[in-house]
Nanobody, 115 residues
């Protein structure tokens, strides 16, 4: 089974940057697409960014131009580069396949943008 472990979150000032990593226990190349999701307090978990096996990317309107998703199939890792961070981006960030597999959800990594 696949285990996904997120890391790289933390406290950052508005306008700052963070790079999140998602390390998979197994190959991610077998999945057509991987994605980053986030869940803010009181809100539903939402799709933030998606990347296909071929490298095609999709972004939520709220983060387009600020976030960049990438994948390294050789290292079984998915990244999310987050720039120009806003307080509204504060959330727990998760990675998963897209469509998401219920059993693949990890603990996520907390991103807090202070103001």
């Amino acid at each position: 089974q696949v285990q996904l472990v997120e890391s790289g979150g933390g406290l950052v000032q508005p306008g700052g940057s963070l790079r999140l990593s998602c390390a998979a226990s197994g190959s991610i190349s077998r999945f057509y697409a991987m994605a980053w999701y986030r869940q803010a307090p009181g809100k539903q978990r939402e799709l933030v960014a998606r990347i296909s096996n071929g490298g095609n990317t999709n972004y939520a309107d709220s983060v387009r131009g600020r976030f960049t998703i990438s994948r390294d199939n050789a290292n079984n890792t998915v990244y999310l580069q987050m720039n120009s961070l806003k307080p509204e981006y504060t959330a727990v960030y998760y990675c998963n396949t897209n469509p998401a597999q219920p059993n693949y959800w990890g603990q996520g990594t907390q991103v807090t943008v202070s103001s």
